[in-house]
């Protein structure tokens, strides 16, 4: 009879397995770290992250408008959108136009209140002196 060993199936690799190391198989991809802004320019968003908008931006924008029928508004827009321009130039915001035309509108009305008062404080003692003859 035969051998008792040979006839039992050898279960060993086959050889064209056993020669060529396994690859092993590559890490979970990793979440992209957010690009490094450049020295002097603020920092920005990671990927798929958009930065929120100025929660004062539509205060600015209608205190700039109304500083157009009651300049007095003015100031406070241009206070208002020159805070707003430094958080938003900080990273902190993102660019939103409603606080650049609140601010430059703050800036025109604020211009026109002073020569308004400038002319007022030069006309009121000319009023009185020609109510005084």
């Known amino acids: 009879m035969s051998d008792p060993q040979q006839s039992t199936p050898s279960f060993e690799q086959p050889s064209w397995q056993s020669e060529t190391p396994q690859a092993q198989q590559p ?9 490094q802004a450049y020295p002097g320019y603020p ?12 929660p004062q931006a539509t205060t600015i ?4 408008i109304l500083g157009l029928f ?5 100031p406070f827009a241009l ?3 020159n805070r707003a321009r430094k958080d ?3 990273g902190q915001y993102a660019q939103n136009p409603s606080v650049t035309i609140g601010w430059v ?3 025109v009305t604020t211009v026109y209140l002073a020569l308004v008062v400038v002319l007022v404080a030069l006309a009121f003692p000319a009023f009185l002196l020609a109510m005084n003859s």
């Open 88 to 90: 938003i130039a900080a």
């Open 61 to 64: 924008l209608v205190l700039g």
């Open 27 to 35: 890490p979970f991809p990793q979440q992209p770290v957010a690009p």
């Open 79 to 81: 206070v208002m959108g």
């Open 105 to 107: 509108l703050g800036i």
């Open 43 to 54: 920092p920005v968003a990671p990927y798929g992250y958009a930065l929120p908008e100025h």
């Open 70 to 74: 009651f300049a007095v508004t003015g």
